[in-house]
Nanobody, 122 residues
């Protein structure tokens, strides 16, 4: 089972990035998927999640209205569209397969990708 996150980089505050997470080894459409992030010196935190059918998306309050999670089950790929980026969004972003509830808890995920670094400059 593998998850490969990509799309990170350096962007100015107010800018946008789109992260992708390509998966293999599991029936992607059968799993809740999530994005988490870890800023320097901080613990990893929940960013967003999406159910199998795309009917239920959840967001951390800090990104609500700016980030959009989506999935393409035909391509086995998860996305995170990030708009109006702020310096405090600087972090390594991780995608993961969820196996239980609640989707905001790291304990609900069992396989993680390697992460992609997002750096937001002022």
């Amino acid at each position: 089972v593998q998850l490969q996150a990509s799309g990170g980089g350096l962007v100015q505050a107010g800018g946008s990035l789109r992260l992708s997470c390509a998966t293999s080894g599991r029936t992607f459409g059968s799993y809740v998927m999530g994005w988490f992030r870890q800023a320097p010196g901080k613990e990893r935190e929940f960013v967003a999640s999406i159910t199998r059918s795309d009917g239920d998306t959840r967001y951390a309050d800090s990104v609500k209205g700016r980030f959009t999670i989506s999935r393409d089950n035909a391509k086995n790929t998860l996305y995170l569209q990030m708009n109006s980026l702020k310096r405090e969004d600087t972090a390594v972003y991780y995608c993961a397969f969820g196996f239980t509830w609640p989707p905001s808890s790291q304990r609900s995920y069992d396989v993680w990708g390697q992460g992609t670094l997002v750096t937001v400059s002022s």
